[in-house]
Structure formats: C-alpha cells, structure tokens
C-alpha cells in the first residue's frame, strides 16, 4: 500500500481524510480518447482497478494481481487483450516499486491529503487561539468585578461572551496566486475551437497556472489534436479535460482490437 506522500495521519491510518468516493464525470469518459478505443470488457477492468487504486493509493505491478482485481483469469487470451486496452493508463511509482499509478487519481489523492493535513493543523491552532482568548476574556471580566454580586453577574456574562463570540472569528483565505501570464487564459480560450464549459476551463487553466513556454506548447499541440481520429469521430476533450489531464503530453494509443476469447471459452487459462 502507498503511503510515501500522504501526510503523518495518513500513514497511521492509510484512508485518513479520504473521501469515501470519487467524481466520475461521463462526459470526459466518453470523449476520452483512450476510453473510447477500450472495448467494454476493457473498460470494465479499467473501472475496477480505478476503485482499487482510489481505496489503496495504487495498484500493483504484477499481472496476475492486476488480473484478479480485474476479475479476470491470468495469463490467457482474454487477460492479454484486456490489459492490451488499458496498460497505458497506467505507470510505475516515482517512489515505490512494484506499484502502479494512474496520473490524475494520484495527484488526486495527495492533493486531498495534504488539503485534510492542512485543515486538521489550522483547526488546532484555531483551538488554542479560542482557550487564549476565552482566559483573556474571563480576566477582564472578573478584574472589573467590584463587589460580590457584581462578580456573580460578572460570572454568567462571561459564559455568555464565551459561548456566543469566540465562534465567530473569522478565518480569511489565502489571497489566490496571481497569473503567470496575463491574459493567458482568452488566448488560449480563442485558440480553443469548441467552445463549451468556459468556466471549468478557467479553473483548470488558473489551477495549472503555465508560463510562457508551456502556454505556447499547449496552443502548438491544438491544431494536431484537431486533426485527430477521435476529433474527426466526434469524441472531442472538453478544454477542463485537456488542461487537467496535460493532454498534450500524451501520445496517440493504437487501435485496440477485440481480444481474443477462443483459449478462455474452451477452458484453456494458461
């Protein structure tokens, strides 16, 4: 199980923080070009090892446990044309060998770990600045009490004051970092001929946040990807796809083909 990036609490407890469920959004699957070409065995097996690895970090290296996390016989025809269709979503480890990962649902998860992380730290500083300021209250309180009665009053607006103040200290977010270029977003917004989901498409494209050079290397990349099978069939990226999954560093999967199911149905599973 992978642990190496999540945050201390995660490694005492490996699904600390994390959410029970992950968005699957349909129409980035379909028009994904990679999930478009899988059949649908394929893409069941795909499915299945995304909820592995979102419940364990990652998924292993081996083809025999990827087959039964697939639910499928190892080493025949049918497993070979499974993974065939779906080996290049995924990619080893950087850190533990022996594992594997698919990009996005692991950055995912580390950037939910660390979000949880954060919260649990500020949630606990905010704590300790509440009983300061509870202590301080009550002083001022009982040091303006000049007589017994006055004190026993004294006493119950301080529980008042306690109760009914402290929960409204406000914590202010932190400002959002500023563009590294610009005005990058209309000019990739122009360049971008289909034209829908503007507004996820500029929170993609402040979450990624590019230069100059990796700006110009995305407007390079869109008449090629224009020009593509899986543009020309209709199955066109949304931009919030393109920027969230760095599309543009992908290379064009070959077609996969039907496997092969003659050595299964006949009982042969070696």
């Known amino acids: 199980m992978d642990n190496t990036a999540f945050s201390p609490e995660s490694k005492k407890n490996p699904r ?25 065995c394929q893409f069941g097996a795909y499915v299945l090892l995304l909820l592995y690895h979102h419940r364990e970090g990652t998924v292993p290296a081996d083809e025999a446990k990827l087959a039964r996390l697939a639910r499928l016989p190892s080493g025949g025809a049918a497993w070979r044309g499974v993974w065939s269709g ?9 850190i533990q060998p022996g594992r594997l990962i698919q990009r996005r649902m692991y950055d995912t998860l580390n950037e939910a770990a660390v979000t949880h992380s954060a919260a649990v730290e500020s949630g606990s500083r905010g704590g300790r600045k509440s009983a300061e300021l509870r202590r301080e209250i009550q002083g001022c309180l009982k040091g303006a009490s000049t007589s017994s009665s006055a004190s026993s009053s004294s006493s119950a607006y301080t529980e008042e004051v306690v109760t009914h103040t402290v929960p409204l200290t406000l914590h202010r977010p932190p400002a ?37 050079t990796l700006l110009d290397r995305i407007l390079a990349w869109i008449p090629g990807y224009g020009d593509s099978d899986s543009v020309k069939r209709g199955a066109i990226l949304h931009a919030s796809t393109v920027l969230n999954g760095r599309r543009w560093e992908d290379e064009l999967s070959p077609d996969c083909k039907e496997p092969d199911y003659t050595e299964f149905l006949r009982g042969d599973k070696t």
């Open 86 to 94: 779906i080996k290049d979503c995924f990619s080893p480890h950087p």
């Open 16 to 40: 600390a923080g994390k959410a029970p469920a992950f968005q699957f959004y349909s129409a980035d699957i379909l028009a994904d070009e990679r999930c478009a070409l899988m059949t649908t």
């Open 176 to 212: 959002g970092r500023p563009a590294r270029v610009p005005g990058g977003f209309e000019e990739f917004w122009k360049a971008w001929p289909w034209k829908r989901n503007r507004k996820k498409a500029e929170v993609a494209f402040r979450n990624l946040n590019p230069d100059r």
